[in-house]
């Protein structure tokens, strides 16, 4: 294939010569025939709970001597799972059938190089909103600005954020996962280069807010569109993705540390934006000319590009170097054909519908169906809610409280990349503590939560720049791995059916708490600074609490 292909380019199965092969000879992922034959019991009831009538079918047939290697033993499997879920649409049907197809092919180049590329949008996520704290002091000195007032800067931005995350959520559904892939960057990219112009506060503030609308699609996008290209045993990469976070936040602080300390007030701030937006727009780029990305095939599929959407899957496993047994054939045989042409492609309003219908009522029910799953469904909000506000109120201000002390700016921002450097690890940490023994998720999430609550309160009992600094440096630390296991462990609480619902109503409570913490900043402050650094530790031990009461794991 050439080195440069065009971005939006219409694939066709035929490109990708010498990947099908066909069924009875395809390799299967050995999960895959495990669950063959492992899943079903003898009442029909799956590994996941459900025992409705579809799924004590699918179990009986399961359970019968049926290949994984045949149409019948495919076709047994689908059953299984669209039982398990309850929805049995031909769309349904079909999108399964390309799980299972993606499952086969395995983690390979084109996965790994995804992996890297998605990891820019958590990576850019945190380079601005941390990029955005360490502007402040700038800020206020160069238009004359109250050292409270502009914190509302910060809330400009999560404004932008909000309103990404919601736009573009839905937008990938509309027009596509390539597109928006590519579009938020390139607004994060190019909105970050014009604020290093901006001729007064009201306009940094108006171009932070544009650029948080490219920034905040980051998140959804470029999660959604990773899972739909990554094979289900290799899930866990998923939680890897957060260890771009804390990169963010190291990078934004090395380049204000060489820039601010070192220039004018009214320039030095300039400089380290221009920078970020360079940085940004380099990151769109690199996604969108030396990385050719197919179109999801579960978006081709939902617009009644079938042929499309095959082709995807031929071509990750013509870049992955492997074979693939799927084709169109097998799509209609196993998955169903629609009575009416037409019919299988979804409208722009069925779509939205169907993004709306996530929050419905029907939706959000099965997760309050027992007293227990009720508990823990408010619990889990609730701990997002409360370090969704808690975070902010530390962490984007910090330059702000680190140089509050009349420290100089060099020691303020070399003292800022230090808690940076050592957040970092955090995150790593996080992906191996989360299946340690007797601790797990649950364990680590609260100790870590609990840790960094008590390390907020210790910053506050010395003025002195060497212990603020430990104490900033080590609540970067738990802090990490209490995100990186939190993002684990949100998922896993939810039923199956029901876990896009609960999680994507965590996450909205998340930046709706954010949105708020720069309004309590910059008013809890004007008679005590050191009283937002107090909530932020009282909202984190709260959610110490809430995360203790959570079921054992």
């Known amino acids: 294939m050439p080195f440069f292909i065009n971005p939006f380019k219409k ?218 290209f990554l094979p289900f045993a290799s899930g866990n990469l998923l939680t890897m993705l957060s260890v771009w976070w804390p990169v963010g936040q190291l990078i934004a602080s ?95 309003q069925q779509i939205i519908r169907a993004q709306f219908q996530k929050f419905s009522t029907e939706r959000i029910a099965p997760l309050f169906h027992t007293r227990e799953l009720a508990i823990t469904t408010c619990l889990i909000w609730f701990c997002w809610t409360t370090i969704g506000m808690g975070y902010p109120l530390f962490n984007a201000f910090l330059p702000q409280y680190l140089g509050a002390n009349g420290e100089s700016t060099y020691i303020t921002y070399r003292n800022y990349a230090i808690t940076s450097i050592v957040g970092v690890p955090g995150s790593i940490l996080a992906c191996y503590t989360v299946d340690v023994k007797y601790i797990g998720r649950k364990g680590t999430m609260a100790i870590s939560t609990l840790l960094s609550g008590i390390f907020l309160f210790l910053f506050t009992v010395s003025k002195d720049s060497n212990v603020q600094v430990t104490f900033s440096s080590l609540e970067a630390f738990f802090q990490n791995i209490m995100y990186g296991v939190l993002y684990a462990y949100t998922p896993e609480v939810f039923p199956a059916p029901n876990r896009g619902t609960g999680t994507g109503i965590a996450s909205f409570l998340n930046r709706v708490a954010g949105l708020c913490a720069p309004i309590i900043g910059a008013n809890a402050a004007t008679g005590n600074p050191k009283v937002p650094i107090y909530v932020a530790g009282a909202l984190f031990l709260s959610a110490f609490v809430a995360m203790s009461v959570l079921a054992p794991n």
Request: charged share 20%; with cysteine; net charge neutral.
């Open 254 to 348: 090395l380049v204000a540390w060489g820039f601010i300390p070192n220039y004018p007030a009214d320039k030095g701030w300039r400089y380290f934006t221009l920078t970020l937006g360079a940085i940004t727009f380099l990151m769109f780029v690199a996604r969108f000319f030396l990385f050719h990305l197919f179109e999801s095939p579960k978006f081709l599929l939902a617009h009644g590009r079938q042929s499309e959407s095959v082709a995807t899957v031929h071509g990750i496993a013509y870049k992955n170097k492997r074979r693939t047994w799927l084709t169109e054939d097998i799509l209609n045989e196993v998955g169903g054909v629609s009575e009416k042409r037409g019919t299988e492609k979804l409208s722009t």
């Open 11 to 228: 694939h066709d199965a035929s490109e990708f010569e010498g990947v099908l092969v066909p069924l009875g000879e395809a390799p299967r992922h050995p999960s895959v025939v495990g669950t063959h034959h492992e899943r079903s019991g003898k009442n029909g009831t799956l590994a996941d709970g459900s025992s409705d009538k579809d799924a004590e079918r699918a179990s009986d047939r399961l359970s019968e001597d049926v290949s994984p290697y045949s149409i019948e033993g495919l076709r047994a499997e689908i059953d299984a799972d669209i039982g398990a879920s309850g929805i049995n649409a031909t769309y349904d049907r079909k999108s399964k059938i390309i799980n299972k197809a993606v499952q086969d092919i395995g983690m390979g180049r084109y996965n790994w190089q995804l992996f890297v590329l998605c990891g820019f949008g958590w990576f850019a996520d945190n380079l601005w909103l941390q990029g955005v704290a360490i502007t402040l002091p700038s800020l206020s000195k160069d238009f004359g600005v109250d050292s409270n007032r502009v914190r509302y800067t910060t809330c400009a931005l999560f404004l932008g954020l909000c309103l990404g995350a919601s736009i573009w959520g839905v937008a990938s559904d509309v027009i596509g996962r390539r597109f928006a892939f590519n579009a938020t960057l390139f607004l994060a990219g190019v909105f970050g280069l014009v604020v290093a112009a901006a001729p007064n506060w009201i306009a940094v503030c108006g171009l932070f807010a544009a650029l948080g609308t490219g920034v905040g699609g980051n998140l959804p996008v470029d999660g959604a569109l990773f899972l739909e």
